[in-house]
């Protein structure tokens, strides 16, 4: 883990106005003799980083927290549909559904594109190259995951190739590309040659981890083809066990933030939590959007003596945050007026989840217990499918202590835990099981939690049928493309819709059967 100085954030900032200043008019003047004139890979993926954990254009709060977050029942919001933010709701709202899409293309993918070409022809840039691939693959699996069809072999060559409306490939040679572009990456590595230091807020450089969070991918990648490609899911998904992935807590993949006063030293979850909806002033009385927990979570977590309810949770009471598990109370989703209880709802532990210099998990190793866990039940791994769910259970509680002291979880309530909930009973059953806690351990990935949801089907949810919803009382399956891009790149657009199916929210993506 790497943490975010005010003064990397000043460094950073330099370099992107040095790599955009241009003097205009005259062709004799048309560069500025102070800005740098190559590229500097080190600050491109320091901002690539950057920008792929939603710090800018409200695409978390958007994006995540009122859409897919609302969508798997971790949040309710008290609105009604025709209100923008009512995810639970199932409205169907340009301006918060097609976020991601417009800001992962214009910064991040942007970002790395140009630092790949700063690499191209260097061998002693290989290891940041690999890197920087690795990390582009993550960010656009979340989009075709959000959207299904979307650019990729096309995508953000309007600069260099001219290729301005790029074309729509379907989800499934997406999937192929970035399985081979993962396993490329990461058979380039040469521990001889030049690694990223500082500038690399995830693992400072280093190769054996870098490797280890690209097979990690390429297992979140196999798995989520299980029900569509079955045997190439096998085939992939060993791949990557016998690469080794991500098990140990040392290997997980996470940015430690600051608390200083620049927006880019603040958790971005954080950020857009405190500064769009829980008014800090307000102790849980007056939320911007009326958001709480949803009591979906709150009931599970409060049913099964989960340990991380005081943890993640508190209710205000008389002014003060209160964890008491008695007073724990999620709101429930569909609520369309603030109640006027609002304020005895449970929202965000203060202590551990809403501090500025909170760590953001991006890849944990819990969640790649789960997946071991399942690959073993479908015979596509070997070992103890009971036991890698256990150890799952127990790193998704011992992270809450990256949080500081109010996230410990002592030893004995974590033994306990899992000596109540075994696994057991039927595929189904474990199925059900293994992704419930899943569910609860990607709270705030929620991007994540929301395709796996759709994959697996676990936990069972119970949709809303709130008046005007535009799913017909159905919990949604992907998010509409932006409107700006159905204006700009129109013929594209209309042809992945003619592949895909209607650009609704009720539209099945390639791999969700």
Known sequence: MQRITKYTYALLLGASMGLASCDKGFEEMNTNPNASTKPNVDFLFSQSILQGNYVNDRVYFYASYLTCGAF????SFAKDVTLAGSGDKYGQVDAYQGQYFRFAYTNVLTTIF??????????????????ARI???????????????????????????????????????????MLHDLES???????????FAAADFVYKGDIGKWKK?????????SMRMSKVAPEKAREWAAKAITGGIIMQEEDQAVVQYGSGSQTYNVNPVVFELVGQDLKPNSKGADNTENGKYSKTLIDFLKSN???????ISVVWNGGVPDTSAALQKGMPNGTEVRPNDFVTYSEPNPATVLQNAAPLIVVSAAEMRFLLSEAILRTWATGNAAQAYKEGIEIAMRNWALFGAAGRIPADKINAYTAAHPLAGTFNDQMNQIHSQFWVATLFDEQEAFANWRRTGYPVLTPVNAKDNQTNGTIPRRLPYSRTEQGSNRANYDAAVSRQGADLLTTRIWWDK
């Open 72 to 75: 798997v029942q971790h949040f």
């Open 114 to 131: 140009e630092l790949l070409r700063a690499t191209e022809g260097k061998p002693e840039l290989v290891n940041k190259a690999a890197s």
């Open 305 to 311: 003596n989960d340990p991380r309810l005081p943890v």
């Open 213 to 221: 969070l690209a097979y990690s991918l390429m297992l979140r990648i």
């Open 135 to 177: 990390w582009r693959v993550l960010i656009q699996q979340r989009i075709t995951d959000l959207y299904g069809e979307i650019p990729y072999t096309e995508a953000n060559k309007g600069a260099v190739e001219g290729v301005f409306q790029p074309k729509y490939d379907t989800q499934a040679a997406i999937y192929d590309g």
């Open 185 to 195: 990456a990461t058979n380039s590595f040469d521990n001889g040659q030049l690694k």
